[in-house]
């Protein structure tokens, strides 16, 4: 009988040089040689660990933002949304260890400037006492 292996979720949030500040250029479009590369980097990843989702996202400018204060809703709309990090999209993976996924993010084909931030998802495990 098998043993089975112990695995976390996380979540490896893609943060481009190209959406600092918020501001791509007009009309910004992903290389689409640097999304093959991409491609073959998540196919790679996938054998090694398991990926539940991943995506890539459209930059802030066309997006908005829901901010809370007072106990009510703000809305700004891109592209007046300010901000110094800006996600460019994610990977939600299982993995036996964040060390694996550090590894794995340390192949990624990130133009210079990019950053991938790691974060372990909560599981049930961790809310108990």
């Known amino acids: 009988m098998r043993k089975k292996e112990i695995t976390m979720k996380f979540m490896m949030l893609m943060i481009p040089a190209v959406y600092q500040g918020g501001k791509p250029a007009p ?3 992903p290389d689409p040689e640097k999304m093959e590369e991409m491609g073959r980097f998540n196919e790679e990843m996938g054998k090694a660990l ?5 995506n890539g996202l459209h930059p ?3 997006g908005a933002r829901v901010s809370f204060a007072n106990g009510k809703p703000s809305v700004t709309d891109g592209p007046f949304i300010e901000a110094k990090e800006v996600l460019g ?5 299982e993995a036996p260890s964040k060390e694996d996924v550090v590894k794995w993010a340390q192949r990624c084909p ?4 990019d950053t991938i931030e790691i ?3 909560f599981g ?3 809310l108990t006492e």
Do not use: M, N
């Open 124 to 126: 049930p495990e961790d």
């Open 50 to 54: 398991k990926i539940e989702s991943l």
């Open 119 to 121: 974060r372990q998802i």
């Open 60 to 62: 802030l400018t066309q």
């Open 89 to 93: 999209g994610y990977w939600l993976v």
């Open 110 to 113: 990130a133009d210079d400037g």
């Open 27 to 29: 009309g910004f479009k």
